[in-house]
């Protein structure tokens, strides 16, 4: 039987992605201090590692392709391909951004004036291009860990550091002076991997439902009667991906309208529906958009 090799995200992203693919239509069960969840797909073969390093494995060929972060194909100057940008985070449900940091009383203002200095950063590979292609001599060296403490105490005079509500920055006291990049999550995969028909192919459905469940998320079904009297004032305010569905009632003058919409919407939307006619509202969630 054909077997997909999947690697999937330890850390922060895991249980995210974990979410992300029940709404995509799999079920994974991980195990405690176990790298290899189950998961109710016998075609697929899922294994945990750590972002930073999930691209190796993929051009390596031990795995055939997986979830990390763009950000970490760029530092392993991966060749991976490329299938699916999947926007989603453990918080804000948008891209990650790598910023350079300093202390907040440091008189450096701009990254020109970095020159000379020592930065810590996880992303050194990164941080090299960047600054070599601004052509400012800098000294780049790798933090394993709490890496904005390294200004605070003095280790570095600068970081480069990955954030998504900016709080962990500025609870260290620290100030921005530069966005070096944005990063989002991918779905990559093995060139050979690629390359194989069925590999492919399983590949890129993985890649349509999980889009697909990105694409829902937030998003609402309504469902309501109308009676044909109100039937276009109801539908004049009603928004949809397309076109509202309409469908007569058995025997009766009323109608079944059913639309998309996006969920902050419907606190506004449900009381000017009821005022135009509409009734027995019906809210339900979405698990994907195709």
Request: proline share 4%; net charge negative; with cysteine.
């Amino acid at each position: 039987m054909n077997v997909l090799k999947l690697g999937l995200p330890k850390g922060s992203l895991e249980n995210a992605t974990i979410e992300l693919f029940e709404k995509g239509g799999w079920v994974i069960k991980p195990a405690a201090r176990n790298y290899f969840p189950k998961i109710d797909d016998s075609e697929l073969d899922c294994s945990i590692c750590r972002p930073q390093e999930m691209s190796r494995y993929i051009e390596s060929g031990m795995l055939d392709a997986g979830i990390t972060g763009k950000d970490w194909t760029l530092e392993n100057q991966s060749d991976a391909i490329v299938v699916a940008e999947l926007v989603y985070s453990k918080v804000s449900k948008k891209p990650t951004r790598w910023v350079i940091a300093v202390a907040g009383d440091s008189p450096i203002k701009t990254i020109e004036d970095l020159k000379g200095k020592k930065i810590a950063t996880e992303l050194v590979n990164v941080t090299k291009r960047f600054f070599k292609d601004k052509n400012i001599d800098v000294d780049i060296e790798f933090s394993w860990g709490a890496t904005e403490a390294k200004v605070v105490s003095g280790l570095a005079d600068a970081v480069v550091e990955v954030t998504e509500t900016e709080s962990t920055i500025r609870a260290h006291g620290l100030r921005i002076i530069h966005e070096l990049m944005e990063s989002n999550t991918q779905l990559i995969a093995n060139k050979e991997a690629w390359k194989d028909p069925w590999k492919r192919h399983k590949i890129e459905n993985i890649a349509i439902l999980l889009q697909a469940a990105l694409k829902a998320d937030r998003i609402v079904g309504l469902k309501m009667n109308v009676e044909d009297k109100d039937l276009d004032k109801v539908v004049a305010i009603l928004p949809s991906l397309n076109a509202p569905t309409i469908a007569n009632l058995y025997q009766s003058d009323w109608f079944s309208v059913e639309t998309v919409v996006s969920q902050d919407m419907v606190r506004d939307l449900v009381p000017r529906l009821l005022e135009k006619g509409a009734q027995g509202i019906i809210e339900y969630p979405l698990n994907k958009v195709i």
